[in-house]
């Protein structure tokens, strides 16, 4: 398996695993705030890690030696879209959490 698809099965798994331990712990201790957290519990691994490569995107390129006015967005665009859809995701396994628990 090549170094981005394990890093790609990491994230996924943590995404998986964070959301589903903290909707858990919301829908049955304050089942009243269940549908905010569907929300919110799944961005927190992509904002973790959208800050994490964004700065040492910017780092990496810095140590190159590469000017500050020719640095390109695209690639931080890139790993926002990537993020976003894994933080989508989570809201849908979030949701699946939240009707498991209802039941």
Known sequence: MSGPAIFFFVVLATQFCF?????????????SRAQTYRFVAPAAVPILLFLIVSISYVRGLQ?????????????????????????????????????????
């Open 63 to 103: 140590q190159q030696g590469v000017p500050a006015d020719s640095v390109s967005t695209g690639p931080v665009a890139e790993f926002f879209f990537a993020y976003a859809i894994l933080w989508l995701i989570g809201v849908i396994l979030a949701s699946m959490v939240i009707r498991w628990t209802q039941r």
């Open 19 to 31: 959301t589903v331990a903290l909707t858990l712990v919301v829908a049955r201790r304050f089942p």
